[in-house]
T-cell receptor
């Protein structure tokens, strides 16, 4: 199994509070991703990183920010949580060779409930 | 843009039945194609992959062939087991292209997932 951990694994928080989710990898992969998984939507990309301090938006980035100060850590922050951000959040890592990506490996997920 | 369409579920089968889960895609160029599996309460695991036309990915009795002419990557298994009950996701990874900022990246585009339940 790829060395990816996520913390916390479960969290319940109140509307309007800030929340930070952490993804930690031991594979030294350059690319890291945050997805959310919701019924009927599959997985949707929130933000991704292509190197330390290099990040960009995915398709559902509103209300989220990210930071990557070290290769191994990728943080996802909900600045002011809303009920629509109740979801399961997955981190993934990947490497690239030339123009073709290798497969992404996923962490175990964080179940976030915003009340 | 890129997209992946999977057959709608849920799919319910008896043990030892034949499984097909259809997946078609829309993409520019030559994407890589993947099947991921998610068991209850767990993250996604890579099941198999194919990186070019006519490649066949296989793992744990599952197979899928990259068909460029029909833009398909259907998942098949000859004899399913109860332990195969899970959610299956088809996905594609576009070739890396430069964006307006000059950096390069590619993203994984997922289908909506197909729930498979296998009964004894």
């Amino acid at each position: 199994d790829a060395g990816i951990t996520q913390s916390p694994r479960h969290k319940v928080t109140e509307t309007g509070t800030p929340v930070t989710l952490r993804c930690h990898q031991t594979e030294n992969h350059r690319y890291m991703y945050w997805y959310r998984q919701d019924p009927g939507h599959g997985l949707r990309l929130i933000h991704y990183s292509y190197g330390v301090k290099d990040t960009d938006k995915g398709e559902v980035s509103d209300g989220y920010s990210v930071s990557r100060s070290k290769t191994e850590d990728f943080l996802l922050t909900l600045e002011s949580a809303t009920s629509s951000q109740t979801s399961v959040y997955f981190c993934a890592i990947s490497e690239w060779r030339g123009l073709q990506s290798y497969e992404q490996y996923f962490g175990p997920g964080t179940r976030l409930t915003v009340t | 843009g890129n997209s992946v369409t999977q057959m709608e579920g849920p799919v319910t089968l008896s043990e030892e039945a034949f499984l097909t889960i259809n997946c078609t895609y829309t993409a520019t160029g030559y994407p890589s194609l993947f099947w991921y599996v998610q068991y209850p309460g767990e993250g996604l695991q890579l099941l198999l992959k194919a990186t070019k036309a006519d490649d066949k990915g296989s793992n744990k009795g599952f197979e899928a062939t990259y068909r460029k002419e029909t833009t398909s990557f259907h998942l098949e298994k000859g004899s399913v087991q109860v332990s195969d009950s899970a959610v299956y996701f088809c996905a594609l990874s576009a070739r890396r292209t430069a964006n307006a900022g000059g950096t390069s990246y590619g993203k994984l585009t997922f289908g909506q997932g197909t729930i498979l339940t296998v009964h004894p």
